[in-house]
């Protein structure tokens, strides 16, 4: 499974960007897709979430700001990043998690890089 993230970029605070992660298979195979968020010496942090049956939860820095919807028919999920804040700079990955018969496996995309400047 292959996921590629993009959309990212350079964004002035109180900007949107659209991300994008799109699957190499059939998202409906996907269980749980999430989008993460790793600033520069941090840790990766969940921001949003979005499972199969389409329900969806967010970090409590973005709630109310960011979306996460999905495509089925191009297989893409998407992050819309509303009233864009400084601490959104970091590069932002997308994951996927399946459970199939041999068990829960994950993946991860390259990640794409956002800016966001005061």
């Known amino acids: 499974v292959q996921l590629q993230a993009s959309g990212g970029g350079l964004v002035q605070a109180g900007g949107s960007l659209r991300l994008s992660c799109a699957a190499s298979?059939?998202?409906?195979?996907?269980?749980?897709m999430t989008w993460h968020r790793q600033a520069q010496g941090n840790q990766r942090e969940m921001v949003a979430e979005?499972?199969?049956?389409?329900?969806?939860d967010f970090a409590a820095a973005v709630k109310g700001r960011f979306t996460v919807s999905r495509d089925n028919a191009k297989n893409t999920v998407y992050l819309q990043m509303n009233s864009l804040k400084p601490e959104g700079t970091g590069v932002y990955y997308c994951?996927?998690?399946?459970?199939?018969?041999?068990?829960?496996?994950?993946?991860w995309g390259q990640g794409t890089q956002v800016t966001v400047s005061s």
């Open positions: 994951h996927a998690d399946i459970i199939n018969e041999e068990g829960l496996r994950d993946y």
């Open positions: 979005i499972s199969r049956s389409g329900d969806t």
């Open positions: 298979i059939d998202i409906t195979r996907i269980n749980l």
